[in-house]
């Protein structure tokens, strides 16, 4: 049963930092790419950013590049995201995902207020 759980979200004031940590399990972690989703209340679900397998060339959306990086740690089945100078806009619910799978976590939220 593949399973994701996000954890280290939580409210944060603009221009704060933040580091999200993603467990997944019910598949080989290693042999899949990761990736980043946000989503707003309303909106559609926004890829933030995407690790291939072995962790090299990320891929990051528009407005994460500069700001967040992406990391995975093979050995625990963990994927990261490293938020930094964060803005109201980057408010939303984070899940990490495999490409490919129906699955998604509950996510961890991440409010951005002063």
């Given at each position: 049963?593949?399973?994701?759980v996000e954890s280290?979200?939580?409210l ?27 989503q ?9 950013a ?5 962790g ?6 528009d407005?994460?590049?500069?700001r967040?990086t992406i990391s995975r740690?093979n ?5 990261y995201?490293?938020?930094n100078n964060l ?9 990490c995902h495999?490409?490919g799978l ?13």
């Amino acid at each position: 049963q593949v399973q994701f759980v996000e954890s280290g979200g939580g409210l944060v004031q603009p221009g704060g930092t933040l580091r999200l940590s993603c467990l997944a399990s019910g598949f080989y972690f290693r042999q899949f790419a990761m990736s980043w989703y946000r989503q707003v209340l309303g909106q559609e679900r926004e890829l933030v950013a995407r690790i291939f397998s072995a962790g090299d060339s990320p891929m990051y959306a528009d407005s994460a590049k500069g700001r967040f990086t992406i990391s995975r740690d093979n050995g625990k089945n963990m994927v990261y995201l490293q938020m930094n100078n964060l803005t109201p806009a980057d408010a939303a619910v984070y899940c990490c995902h495999r490409p490919g799978l129906d699955s998604w976590g509950p996510g961890t939220p991440v409010p951005v207020s002063s």
